[in-house]
């Protein structure tokens, strides 16, 4: 059991180390990037000549020594931080992961409070008059 | 119908009339907000080069020499991401050569061409069919039009004479609209 805990630890903890070769890195960044001339496509995925170009900047700079963050960083500093597929997390751009979890909470709030305005509603006064309205109307429906 | 069914249908045409009040107020904004956004000629794009310095750009010209931004240090340099194949580059051509021309005598300003995804010799046709005979780079990689951040043709970037970024247009431009913007700058003192 152990051994069987140890080894699918091992092999977890392998799928969770990023890239290793240079060929991975580039490909694992050119993922995360839009391809300039294409809508909703990778530089990673698309055949277009922009997305070639900066799968080739990646590789230069992958070469060159530059990290992740520092490739990144530089297709956003000419770009715009719209170049990346995933939204950054900070700044106003953190409104896109923020809001859906506020629209929720909002919606769990209202549902919570529309049940509770139900459950505690108070119960009809009912007169005699409707009574013996339902009577009559009980009395014609048997006749 | 008794006093709460009035009050109810009293109470519904009231939230339904506010409903529609509201609906018409944020459609006129709307309207409002799209019928005074400016035109697209001289639009203001975003891009972070806006006020650093352009990116050194160096390529073979359609004559087979060395162009560079550097080369075009104390001129107001337009610079024109085109290709053949694009039809609002055909169609805004004889803007630019306008442009240079007015600009001519002066000699203050001058577009400088990167050719976006197409080949040197479809851009001579261009030219020789269109007119112009402003400078025009070779980008076989597409490594000048990443450095500075172009998606598609037309774009372009006002530089002014020390090398900055001033402004970056998506689209069209017209002579027009980039006297318009050297105006500008010149009376920010660039």
């Given at each position: 059991?152990?051994?069987?805990?140890?080894?699918?630890?091992?092999?977890?903890?392998?799928?969770?180390?990023?890239?290793?070769?240079?060929?991975?890195?580039?490909?694992?960044?050119?993922?995360?990037?839009?391809?300039?001339?294409?809508?909703?496509?990778?530089?990673?995925?698309?055949?277009?000549?922009?997305?070639?170009?900066?799968?080739?900047?990646?590789?230069?700079?992958?070469?060159?020594?530059?990290?992740?963050?520092?490739?990144?960083?530089?297709?956003?500093?000419?770009?715009?931080?719209?170049?990346?597929?995933?939204?950054?997390?900070?700044?106003?751009?953190?409104?896109?992961?923020?809001?859906?979890?506020?629209?929720?909470?909002?919606?769990?709030?209202?549902?919570?409070?529309?049940?509770?305005?139900?459950?505690?509603?108070?119960?009809?006064?009912?007169?005699?008059?409707?009574?013996?309205?339902?009577?009559?109307?009980?009395?014609?429906?048997?006749? | 119908?008794?006093?709460?069914?009035?009050?109810?249908?009293?109470?519904?045409?009231?939230?339904?009339?506010?409903?529609?009040?509201?609906?018409?107020?944020?459609?006129?904004?709307?309207?409002?907000?799209?019928?005074?956004?400016?035109?697209?000629?001289?639009?203001?794009?975003?891009s972070p080069l806006l006020g650093k310095q352009a990116p050194s750009?160096?390529?073979?010209?359609?004559?087979?020499?060395?162009?560079?931004?550097?080369?075009?240090?104390?001129?107001?340099?337009?610079?024109?991401?085109?290709?053949?194949?694009?039809?609002?580059?055909?169609?805004?051509?004889?803007?630019?050569?306008?442009?240079?021309?007015?600009?001519?005598?002066?000699?203050?300003?001058?577009?400088?061409?990167?050719?976006?995804?197409?080949?040197?010799?479809?851009?001579?046709?261009?030219?020789?069919?269109?007119?112009?005979?402003?400078?025009?780079?070779?980008?076989?990689?597409?490594?000048?039009?990443?450095?500075?951040?172009?998606?598609?043709?037309?774009e372009s970037f006002l530089v002014d004479p020390n090398g900055f970024?001033?402004?970056?247009?998506?689209?069209?431009?017209?002579?027009?609209?980039?006297?318009?913007?050297?105006?500008?700058?010149?009376?920010?003192?660039?």
């Amino acid at each position: 059991m152990v051994l069987i805990l140890a080894v699918a630890f091992a092999i977890g903890a392998r799928g969770r180390s990023g890239p290793v070769t240079d060929a991975q890195r580039v490909k694992h960044i050119a993922s995360e990037i839009r391809c300039p001339t294409c809508r909703n496509q990778s530089a990673a995925e698309s055949d277009a000549a922009a997305a070639k170009a900066v799968r080739d900047e990646i590789d230069r700079r992958v070469r060159a020594g530059q990290s992740d963050g520092e490739i990144v960083a530089f297709m956003v500093s000419r770009y715009g931080s719209d170049i990346l597929l995933k939204p950054e997390g900070s700044g106003v751009a953190s409104l896109v992961w923020a809001l859906p979890v506020v629209a929720v909470v909002v919606a769990l709030f209202g549902l919570a409070v529309a049940f509770r305005r139900w459950r505690s509603r108070p119960g009809v006064d009912v007169s005699a008059e409707d009574r013996a309205l339902v009577e009559r109307e009980l009395q014609r429906e048997d006749a | 119908m008794s006093d709460v069914d009035l009050a109810v249908s009293r109470s519904r045409r009231h939230t339904a009339r506010w409903a529609a009040i509201s609906l018409g107020v944020v459609l006129l904004l709307f309207v409002a907000v799209l019928a005074t956004r400016k035109s697209a000629a001289d639009k203001q794009a975003e891009s972070p080069l806006l006020g650093k310095q352009a990116p050194s750009l160096t390529g073979s010209g359609l004559d087979g020499s060395q162009v560079s931004l550097a080369s075009m240090h104390g001129k107001w340099v337009v610079l024109n991401f085109m290709a053949s194949w694009c039809v609002p580059c055909r169609e805004e051509h004889p803007e630019l050569v306008k442009f240079t021309q007015r600009h001519q005598v002066a000699d203050d300003a001058t577009v400088l061409g990167v050719i976006f995804d197409d080949t040197q010799p479809n851009v001579r046709r261009f030219f020789s069919e269109l007119g112009g005979s402003w400078p025009v780079v070779d980008d076989p990689g597409g490594h000048t039009a990443l450095d500075f951040g172009v998606r598609g043709p037309p774009e372009s970037f006002l530089v002014d004479p020390n090398g900055f970024v001033v402004w970056k247009g998506i689209g069209q431009v017209n002579a027009d609209g980039l006297d318009k913007l050297l105006r500008q700058g010149k009376a920010r003192g660039a």
